[in-house]
């Protein structure tokens, strides 16, 4: 199944209903998640511009951008962001295949030293 990354910053009004009444919110969360088919990998609160960062897997797209509505539709959340994940595996494919396009680049053949004026 892919992965994905969530990135959920809390409101302030969130902040403050946990700090009333500590619990567990990704346990909160498991169950809605699971409903859609995906599965908790990880889960970490941060400091920073994140509050929460949760790693897991989730049958598509479609299932991973449910779940990200749904969150952010609960009122709880100030931003949310959805980062599908790729494993080393599968990245390595892609550049692989990446080779075999054919693409070239507009500057293809220049070398930085010519390019420069």
Do not use: C
């Not at 209903?17 to 500590?22: D, K, S």
């Amino acid at each position: 199944m892919p992965h994905y990354l969530s990135q959920v910053s809390y409101t302030p009004e969130a902040w403050a209903r946990l700090i009333a009444n500590p619990q567990d919110r990704i346990e909160a969360v498991r169950g809605p998640i699971e409903k859609l088919g995906g599965r908790i990998h990880n889960a970490f609160f941060a400091f920073g511009e994140y509050d929460v960062v949760v790693i897991t897997e989730m049958p598509d797209n479609v299932s991973a951008a449910a779940i990200a509505i749904a969150f952010a539709a609960g009122g709880s959340v100030k931003s949310e962001k959805t980062t599908p994940l790729m494993t080393t595996a599968e990245a390595l494919e892609a550049i692989k295949k990446a080779g075999t396009t054919g693409y070239r680049s507009l500057t293809a053949g220049t070398s930085a030293a010519a390019a420069r004026p």
